[in-house]
């Protein structure tokens, strides 16, 4: 498979079974992420429509199969931080190393960019010592998509009986000015797309 034979579109929540099967095995077999249980496909089908309210929501497809996905969410819910978001992405386990990540990332912060966003951060699980739950590898797919670590909490995680630290990278990808425009919800830039 061909980078260029990957298209990235945005999901709607009838996709949440195909994204839902591609997050299922790291709740259950990693700590990527530090959610114990499954949700419904009810439950991450209202999750994604509530995201696509205010931020991007792209997934990985070749040949009508998603491969990986990646959104935004709000960094925090106080209006300062309207202009910086956290990011979250997931690729299938066995489509990992193929470039995937890197081309949801690259549109991601396109579409980012013209909703007028200039924070991106990374909330990533990280462990002591590498183990068959997790390991680095997301921080360096982070560091060579431009990120830099800015912090860490230790210990905070306890998953598979075991405790893990969780760390915060971040990037600009926008100017910083003294008078920000206020950000377009991804939903109007949509809107304006298609009209």
């Not at 994604?48 to 990646?70: C, D, F, S």
């Not at 202009?83 to 193929?98: A, L, N, P």
């Amino acid at each position: 498979m061909d980078r260029k034979d990957i298209a990235i579109r945005t999901v709607t929540p009838q996709d949440a079974q195909a994204l839902l099967a591609i997050y299922a095995p790291y709740i259950i077999k990693t700590a990527v992420t530090f959610e114990y249980e499954v949700p419904s496909v009810e439950v991450f089908a209202d999750r994604i429509a509530h995201t696509l309210e205010r931020y991007p929501y792209l997934a990985a497809e070749h040949e009508n199969q998603i491969l990986g996905y990646v959104y935004a969410g709000p960094l925090h819910e106080r209006p300062a931080y309207d202009w910086s978001v956290e990011t979250s992405i997931y690729v299938r386990m066995d489509q990992k190393g193929r470039g995937i990540g890197s081309a949801l990332y690259r549109e991601l912060e396109q579409m980012l960019q013209r909703q007028g966003i200039v924070n991106t951060a990374a909330c990533i699980a990280y462990p002591e010592t590498e183990d068959e739950y997790l390991t680095k590898d997301s921080v360096r797919f982070h560091a060579k998509r431009g990120y830099r670590m800015v912090g860490q909490f230790h210990q905070c995680a306890y998953k598979f009986g075991r405790w893990y630290h969780m760390v915060w990278m971040e990037k600009q990808i926008g100017p910083h000015a003294d008078s920000m425009t206020p950000v377009t919800p991804f939903g109007q830039l949509q809107d304006r797309r298609q009209g």
